[in-house]
């Protein structure tokens, strides 16, 4: 029997309406409960609470990440819905024009922020994590 059998996803929110429209309505989550603590979404089997909080500060990186199994096409139809991709500028990490890196083990990786600041990403990998 497993233990830990399914992650579920915290991110902190400011204005838990304005991230509720982003989360549902650009990102296609649906809502399945909010309280005065949180809402409640439902990514496509994954459960994350968009935790109601006050001051909040994004934190440094990545918190959350999906992958995909066609960066570009992911990045161009979350685009179309008014996501915008994040252009590091970094000489030891270049991004094609659509904001994807592709580290030396062939995989890549975009990223972009909800409205609170937390970065997200997409990524596409090569290999697929093995699932013991």
Do not use: C
Not at 71 to 86: D, K, M, N, P, T
Not at 118 to 129: A, E, F, I, Y
């Amino acid at each position: 029997m497993a233990l830990l059998t399914r992650i579920i996803g915290f991110l902190v929110t400011n204005d838990s309406e304005r991230a509720t429209k982003f989360f549902r309505d650009v990102l296609g989550f649906a809502v399945i409960d909010e309280d005065e603590y949180a809402v409640v979404l439902d990514a496509n089997g994954t459960m994350i609470r968009l935790n109601k909080g006050r001051d909040f500060k994004p934190a440094q990186g990545t918190v959350m990440g999906w992958e995909v199994d066609d960066i570009h096409a992911a990045i161009r139809e979350l685009a179309s819905r008014g996501v915008q991709f994040e252009q590091f500028n970094l000489p030891f990490m270049k991004q094609d024009q659509l904001g994807v890196w592709t580290p030396p083990n062939g995989d890549r990786v975009a990223w972009f922020k909800d409205p609170d600041g937390n970065v997200l990403s997409l990524s596409q990998h090569v290999r697929k994590p093995s699932r013991h």
